[in-house]
C-alpha cells in the first residue's frame, strides 16, 4: 500500500553484521523493495564483491557494467551507474562487479578513502528517500566507507545459537567510526530474521536480543520461508516473486515500521526544536 510518511531528509543506513549468512544482502534487497512498493524512492548500494544485492535485484553485473568500483576507486559519478530495478517503481541499484574485490587494497592508497562512498552519494543529484547499503562479512575499508556514509545501522540478527556473539566487535567499529569520522552515526534498527516461531530456541534469542537492544529491535521478525531463499535465484525479490507470501508480508510490515518510526523521530525533533 501506499500513504507512509515519506522522510524530509535521505535516510542513509548501512545493513550491517560481520557474520556472513545472517541476511543481510536479503533484508537489503527485500527492505529496500518494500519501501519503494510504498511509495518511496529508494537505492540499493552494492558493496559486497561477490554482488549478491545486484543478483537478488536482477540487475546486470557482469565485469563491463559501470559499478561501485568505479565510483570508489576511479570517482565515477554515482549517478553513472545506478541502474533502475526491473519491475519495482521507484527502486534503483548501484551493482557490484567482481573488480570490487580488489577495492579493499586499491583504496588504501587513496586520498579520503574512508569516505569516498559518502562523497559519492553527496554529490547523487536524484531525489532519494532512502539508500540501503549492503555490507560484505567483514570489517574492512569497504564496510568502514559504508559506515561513514551513512547515519543509521541496521542489524539484522539470525535466531541462532550465538546469535550476539561478534556483535561486540561490530558495535565498537560502529563507536569508533562515530567517534573518528562520522558523529551521527548510530544503531537504528535491529531486525530478526529466520525467525522459526514453532521453536523455543527462536523465541528465547528473541527475547535476549530485545533484552539487550531494547526500543532499537523492529516488533516485526522475519520468518523463515523458502520463498525468501527461492527469490533470488529468479533475480527478484520476495515482492514480486509470491507478493501474498508471509515473507513477503513480514518485509512491507517491518518497512512501514522504519518508515513511521523516522516520522515519530522528526516529529520528536520538531517539537524539541520548537521548546514544546
Ligand atoms: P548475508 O548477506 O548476511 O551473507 P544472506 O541474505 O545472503 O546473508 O542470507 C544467507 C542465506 O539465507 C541465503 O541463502 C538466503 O537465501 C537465506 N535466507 C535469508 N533470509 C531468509 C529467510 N527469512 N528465510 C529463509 N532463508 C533465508
Ligand atoms: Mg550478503
Redesign the pocket.
Known sequence: GEGLPRPEQTRVMV?A?Q???????????NLAASLALHGARVLVIDL?P?G??ST?LGIDHHADVPSIYDVLVESKPLADVVQPVPDVEGLFCAPATIDLAGAEIELVSLVARESRLQRAISSYEQPLDYVLI??P?SLGLLTVNALVASAEVLI?I?CEYYALEGLGQLLRNVDLVKGHLNPELHVSTILL???DGRTRLASQVAEEVRSHFGKEVLRTN???????????SYGQTVLTYDPGSS?AL?YLEAAREIALRGAEKEREQHSMAEGT
Do not use: F, H, L, W
Open positions: 545493513v553484521n557474520k556472513g549468512g545472517v541476511g543481510k544482502t536479503t533484508t537489503t534487497v559486497d561477490q549478491n544485492a537478488a549492503d555490507c562479512p539484522p539470525q530474521t529466520m525467525y522475519i520468518p523463515r520461508s523458502v520463498r525468501i531463499s527461492e527469490a533470488p515473507g513480514s
